[in-house]
């Protein structure tokens, strides 16, 4: 199991945790994980190509909350692509973080790319402090 106080809060409240990192979008296939970079490393345990345009990220480790989730898309061919976040499950619970990114063409349909940067960022919650 990744170890989920590797990354402490630098900011205003108690047990943030940030995660950032990349991978490879696979066309019509799951992303593979040796595309990852960053902290990512060690806290991402699968991708799941669900359809088009359809990616499932599930963390190692379980967290009180997600704070703040986003998912960006190089946009090198300059054709306006871009990713979403949404569907977040298990938090508060023993199962790792599980989240959908979508990626989209600029007119917002769901589309498939090969080799694109996807880039996430996490602010999750690591306990229950200030929690009324």
Sequence with gaps: MAN????PSL????????LEFTFLTNNTSTPLLT???????D???SFNRTGAGVIVVTLKDSFTKVIRA?????DTANDGAYATV???TNEGTNSGIAFT???RATAGTLTDYA???CSVGLVLKNGNWGVK
Excluded at 4 to 7: H, K, L, S, V
Excluded at 11 to 18: E, K, L, N
Excluded at 35 to 41: C, K, N, P, Q, V
């Design 11 to 18: 900011s205003y409240g108690s047990s943030r945790v940030y």
């Design 35 to 41: 595309t990852l970079d960053g902290a990512g490393i």
């Design 115 to 117: 080799a694109r940067k």
């Design 70 to 74: 986003s998912a960006e898309l190089d």
């Design 86 to 88: 949404g569907n977040v």
């Design 4 to 7: 989920r106080t590797f990354y």
């Design 101 to 103: 990114i979508r990626t």
């Design 43 to 45: 806290t991402v345990l």
